[in-house]
């Protein structure tokens, strides 16, 4: 697998406090109509800390469409996970 691949594994996600790529599947009972996009899978960005604090809970944002603002929790249920990319160089570095 690629470094930059999906892994549909959660189960082998890092739980350590790592910021990560994470897709989200929205389902009905999510009290909410999905992503910014409004659609069943979306990709944001999350990390679980239970390494630390022992508490196994996905954070990740979400949208507030009533209030119009991004929130600290969104809904979904991760089901994909890939590392964030690299930071690029700065220019002339």
Same mark, same amino acid.
């Given at each position: 697998?690629?470094?930059?691949?999906?892994?549909?594994?959660?189960?082998?996600?890092?739980? /350590?406090?790592?910021?990560?790529?994470?897709?989200?599947?929205? &389902?009905?009972?999510? *009290? @909410?109509?999905?992503?910014?996009?409004?659609?069943?899978?979306?990709?944001?960005?999350?990390?679980?800390?239970?390494?630390? /604090?022992?508490?196994?809970?996905?954070?990740?944002?979400?949208? &507030?469409?009533?209030? *119009? @603002?991004?929130?600290?929790?969104?809904?979904?249920?991760?089901?994909?996970?890939?590392?964030?990319?690299?930071?690029?160089?700065?220019?002339?570095?």
């Amino acid at each position: 697998m690629s470094d930059m691949a999906w892994n549909y594994d959660m189960t082998t996600a890092p739980k /350590d406090n790592s910021l990560l790529q994470l897709l989200l599947r929205h &389902d009905d009972g999510d *009290d @909410c109509s999905g992503g910014f996009d409004d659609a069943e899978v979306t990709r944001t960005m999350g990390f679980n800390n239970f390494v630390n /604090d022992g508490i196994d809970e996905w954070k990740f944002p979400g949208w &507030d469409w009533c209030g *119009d @603002c991004i929130t600290e929790q969104g809904c979904g249920t991760p089901i994909a996970w890939a590392p964030m990319l690299p930071l690029p160089e700065a220019p002339g570095t």
